[in-house]
């Protein structure tokens, strides 16, 4: 992708926060008995994740107000630093809220029927909205196919698929440790003399280049040398947080389309922009206290439209070999950023998906 269409491809991923949003909240199937139950443990969810995030600085609260008897703190306000200093620690350093609400997946299998229940529903409006087309030249289906492959992120009673949900689980946690351990280090090395100046800035540039172009990750370069601190921490988490979040909310595509490590890195580089606009747009809305994870199943929802703009229709589980392959490149990617967004259902590319579906017979 050429950097002139990165921020035409960033703003096209935050319109499709709004629309998917908005389609998926008009899926009669999910306000039902099991959603509401799930927004009732969602919301309590929330308590619990921000009670758990709450005990440190409660009992740094303890301790300093135990050693105020001692030592006077409110003459230097170290206190009252510390405090705010520990809970932005949490929250934008490491990013505790949003380690805990990835979790849930790995527990519970609402969000991967949420994921389907939303593909199946883009798929029925997308049949309503052009019923009066020629049936031959619209696409194919999603969901009918998605649905026959054996997903791996669904938690089950099985022995096997225990043990199988426990290597997951260790393994995300590991991801997630590497990340907050090279997040921390990145911030305790801004308080070091000399260098300390430079690593934001350093960083921003380094993490943007990629996925932005070098244009705006110098002019991000340049800020970070007059912006506050905690802006430049806050911005490089939201960044490494939406793409963190764009990989979680993909998971129920991933585990039943299986890509190898090269290919799917090479699947997310060819989209990066789109889904970073995407998954920033969400990012925000899960900073909202007390409805975060309710946000959260709302933008696995999202997803399932997402994924029918920027892949095929899959194949039948029998006829899927070598169908990852073909999808590593986004064929109709500058046509679509090209729409308007009243266009954005008007793509349609049947004839591509005829060709890939059969892809294995050439």
């Known amino acids: 992708m050429s950097n002139v269409d990165i921020p035409n491809a960033i703003l096209r991923g935050a319109q499709l926060t709004i629309v998917g949003a908005l389609r998926a909240l008009q899926n009669p199937r999910l306000f ?15 308590l619990a994740i921000r009670l758990v995030i709450a005990i440190p600085t409660v009992l740094v609260r303890i301790l300093l107000w135990f050693f105020g008897f001692i030592i006077d703190f409110q003459s230097s306000g170290f206190d009252v630093r510390t405090v705010s200093g520990l809970a932005f620690i949490e929250k934008s350093v490491l990013q505790l809220p949003f ?7 790995f527990v519970s299998p609402a969000m991967d029927e949420m994921f389907m229940k939303s593909l199946q529903w883009v798929d029925q409006t997308y049949v309503v909205k052009h019923k009066a087309d020629d049936p031959s030249t619209l696409r194919a289906m999603y969901y009918p196919n998605l649905q ?42 801004t308080f070091m003399p000399w260098i300390g ?7 921003s540039f380094y993490s943007l280049n990629k996925a932005v172009g ?35 909310l993909l998971e129920p ?35 909202t206290p007390w409805v975060g994870v309710l946000v959260y199943g709302i933008a696995e929802a999202s997803t ?6 920027i892949t095929d229709p899959p194949p039948a589980p029998s006829e899927s070999a070598g169908f990852a392959e073909t999808q590593i490149a ?33």
């Open 253 to 287: 595509y991933f585990s039943r389309i299986h890509f190898t490590k090269d290919q799917k890195n090479r699947w997310f580089r060819d989209r990066e922009a789109v889904l970073f606009g995407f998954g920033l747009g969400f990012y925000m809305l899960l900073k």
């Open 197 to 203: 100046p430079f690593v934001l800035p350093a960083a």
């Open 99 to 105: 380690f805990l609400m990835a979790c849930m997946r």
């Open 32 to 46: 039902n008995e099991t959603l509401y139950k799930q927004a009732a443990i969602a919301v309590a969810a929330s």
């Open 148 to 189: 026959m492959y054996n997903s791996d992120s669904v938690p089950s009673n099985e022995p096997h698929e225990k043990k199988s949900s426990y290597v997951a689980i260790m393994a995300f946690c590991q991801k997630y440790a590497r990340r907050a351990g090279i997040s921390m280090a990145i911030y305790l090395l």
């Open 330 to 362: 986004w064929k109709n990617k500058h046509e679509f950023l090209k729409l308007r967004l009243d266009d954005i259902d008007k793509l349609n590319e049947q004839a591509a998906n005829r060709e890939d579906r059969h892809f294995h017979k050439e």
């Open 304 to 309: 399932a439209y997402l994924i029918t703009k």
């Open 214 to 248: 070098p244009l705006p990750a110098m002019v991000f370069f340049m800020l970070g040398f007059v912006l506050p601190k905690r802006w430049m921490v806050f911005f490089l988490q939201g960044f490494f947080a939406s793409r963190s979040l764009m990989r979680e």
